[in-house]
């Protein structure tokens, strides 16, 4: 299986993958963890809306929406 | 005396087992951050009385909103306290971290597992004893909403304890979260249900837009059909067959003409009592917040209620969140503008869990300009529903140009970004009847208790100042605006004047004045966004403090007064 590296808001959805590090400042980063989302953490995503809206991913077994500017900063580590 | 705090992840059901525990009512909802203000109440353990405070959820300790701040400056304090903290059962591993991280605050601490049926209908097998071992504290599995398991934590509150764990890294906390979950929990697989389906199928955009417009419309028609069924079919009835006979004779006995009869009956209209115009405390008085408002009120909430506690409202802030950015807000400021339909007061007060001074500005702002209570709706439609439903669409449609302008011109002036969303998405829930139905005669109750009182006080000075012939003066002073710009008749200040009390009175107020349809349209609309009434300007100054109050006032006066002034030009 070949892993790729991408943004949040490039994975598509349905797709799965394990979260690989923070692009944004340590408050961005807090917050996500102390919510479950945090580096080494597996993840799958529900939707995106289209055009910069939020995107919806499933930790564990409780769904988050994330802006789409924080989504950009996640990078993931795709299972594809 | 002990003092109880229950803490948790945000909708878990802390709110549910606090009313359980206390027996005192409190608004439970199944969205993140339902709890903006902490209630206590008294419990009885064991023959000892005790003091229970619902803190609102947090994620963790270090605080991100003012919500999230009430609650972990309430853990500082420490003096006699043990800490219930409330879990989700379906959600362990991320309701753990915050477990671990508030074991390390060595505070006496109690796990009530909740959500424990949702649990079994998921295949979540947890193993209570085993993790009552792994963390060193009871955990009693209980079921806020129906009681389940509470009697239970109750008995156990003695035996709460601090295993005395050394402070931890986030990233030990998480190692040793997944170990115990690990440990104690065993996952069924199974397919997903409909509601889970349900529920991915309204935030996906596809498939999500269309399924807003629907409860959207819904919404509007059944509180439209539920309210407008009691109005005509129950309390239209009842106050001309019950309660006009009785005032008829009460009229007589008064002998109109004299102050106490102004005051108590008001004035007859072609010699009769009319509940609509005639303004007297026990008319008009009642009849506007029982006979015309109220129906409103319980078809509001109970479409709301439904809404709220089934989970459909964090996916439409996902499905808002970029339309709400354009007004520097982010998608979770939609529930706040949702309740503002209902009163502004809930609305402002909900916008605590935004995170930034300048988007509560934007948000309560917009709330009090835009989005008009039930109470004035109700009367809206009544007074303005006889001259044709396209004038009740202008000026819905006015107050919702105005409140997305309003955002726009305010998100570029005022400096600053808007964060970002990141809110959790609770499983849609079958909502309890009792559950419904509890919060439902709650907000009834409270909406009797706080308008009629002053609904009652703005008639009795309507009716004083009249007599003594105040608003003539006021009227002169105020002709400027009032005839030139928004072309209403000069009496129609006394009607603006009591908005700052109530709206609903108010829009009463312009029944008796023979407006036409256009000039009702344009009072109607100036009298939504003008000013808040007195309790929803009361928490404005509150919440936004003293600076940002003003500023939020100035942008509504000179709003209204633009917005009456094109309204007036263009119909």
């Given amino acids: 299986m070949v892993k790729e590296r991408i943004p949040l808001t490039d994975m598509n959805a349905g797709e799965s993958g394990k979260v690989i590090e923070f692009l944004g400042g340590a408050g961005m980063r807090k917050r996500l963890s102390s919510m479950g989302i ?43 | 005396m002990k003092k109880l705090l229950l803490m948790g992840n945000p909708n878990v059901g802390k709110s549910a087992v606090f009313s359980r525990l206390t027996g005192i009512s409190v608004v439970a909802a199944n969205y993140p951050g339902t709890t903006v203000e902490f209630t206590q109440g008294s419990m009885n353990i064991e023959g000892e009385e005790a003091l229970l405070i619902d803190v609102p959820g947090t994620y963790g300790l270090e605080a991100t909103s003012k919500a999230e701040e009430i609650a972990v400056d309430m853990l500082k304090e420490k003096e006699g306290e043990v800490v219930i903290n409330v879990i989700d059962a379906t959600n362990l591993e991320r309701n753990l971290h915050l477990t671990l991280h508030l074991l390390e605050q060595n505070i006496p601490m109690i796990i009530a597992l909740n959500i424990w049926d949702d649990a079994k209908h998921k295949g979540i097998e947890i193993d209570v004893k085993k993790m009552e071992k792994e963390l060193g504290v009871p955990v009693v599995p209980t079921v806020g909403v129906t009681g389940e398991g509470c009697k239970d934590l109750v008995s156990r509150i003695r035996e ?3 295993p005395k764990v050394a402070e931890r890294s986030e990233e030990e906390r998480w190692k040793e979260t997944g170990r115990i979950v690990d440990e104690v929990q065993l996952l069924k697989h199974r397919h997903p249900t409909f509601l889970e389906r349900l529920g991915d199928a309204s935030v996906k955009p596809i498939t999500g837009i269309p399924i807003a417009a629907m409860v959207m419309f819904a919404s509007f028609k059944i509180v439209r059909y539920i309210g407008e069924g009691l109005i005509g079919n129950v309390f239209e009835p009842l106050f001309d067959k019950l309660w006009l006979p009785l005032m008829t004779q009460l009229s007589s006995v008064l002998q109109p003409g004299s102050f106490l009869h102004a005051v108590v009956i008001g004035k007859l209209i072609d010699g009769e009592i009319d509940f609509g115009q005639s303004f007297g405390l026990l008319t008009t008085g009642l009849f506007i917040p029982i006979g015309a408002v109220m129906p409103y009120v319980f078809a509001f909430y109970l479409v709301l209620g439904f809404l709220e506690d ?7 802030a996902v499905l808002m969140d970029k339309i709400m950015h354009r007004m520097g807000l982010h998608g979770w400021a939609i529930i706040p503008t949702l309740l503002g339909l209902g009163c502004n007061v809930p609305g402002v007060l909900a916008c605590r869990v935004l995170e930034d001074r300048r988007q509560k500005l934007i948000a309560s702002t917009i709330i009090c300009i835009g989005v ?64 419904l139905g509890k919060k439902l005669w709650m907000r009834m109750l409270g909406f009797v208790k706080e308008a009629l009182p002053i609904v009652l006080l703005g008639i009795l000075i309507v009716n004083v100042m009249y007599y003594l012939r105040v608003f003539d003066v006021i009227a002169d002073f105020t002709a400027p605006v009032i005839t030139r710009i928004w072309g209403l008749p000069k009496d129609s200040v006394m009607a603006l004047a009591m908005g700052f009390l109530r709206k609903d009175v108010a829009i009463g107020m312009l029944g008796p004045l023979s407006l036409t349809a256009k000039q009702l349209t344009v009072a109607a609309t100036v009298l939504a966004m003008f000013f808040p009434c007195v309790a929803a300007f009361a928490v404005l100054v509150r919440e936004l403090g003293v600076k940002d109050m003003l500023k939020s006032v100035l942008i509504m006066l000179i709003s209204s007064i633009v917005v009456g002034g094109a309204l007036n030009v263009v119909m």
């Fill in chain 2, 310 to 316: 089934f989970g459909y409202l964090p996916r439409l």
């Fill in chain 2, 160 to 162: 709460a304890t601090n």
């Fill in chain 2, 372 to 435: 008009p209570c039930v109470a004035l709706q109700a009367m809206v439609w009544d007074l303005l529903g006889d001259h044709g439903i396209g004038y009740v669409g202008i000026v819905y449609l006015a107050l919702f140009v105005s409140w997305v302008i309003l955002g726009w011109v305010m998100n570029s002036v005022f400096k600053g970004t808007s964060p970002q969303l990141i809110m959790e998405i609770p499983p849609y829930r079958l909502p309890s009847l009792y559950t």
């Fill in chain 1, 38 to 80: 945090r580096a080494g953490g597996k993840i799958s995503k529900v939707s995106s809306a289209f055009k910069r809206g939020p995107v919806v991913i499933k930790v564990g077994a409780s769904q988050t929406a994330i802006g789409h500017g924080m989504s950009c900063k996640i990078m993931v580590e795709v299972d594809r």
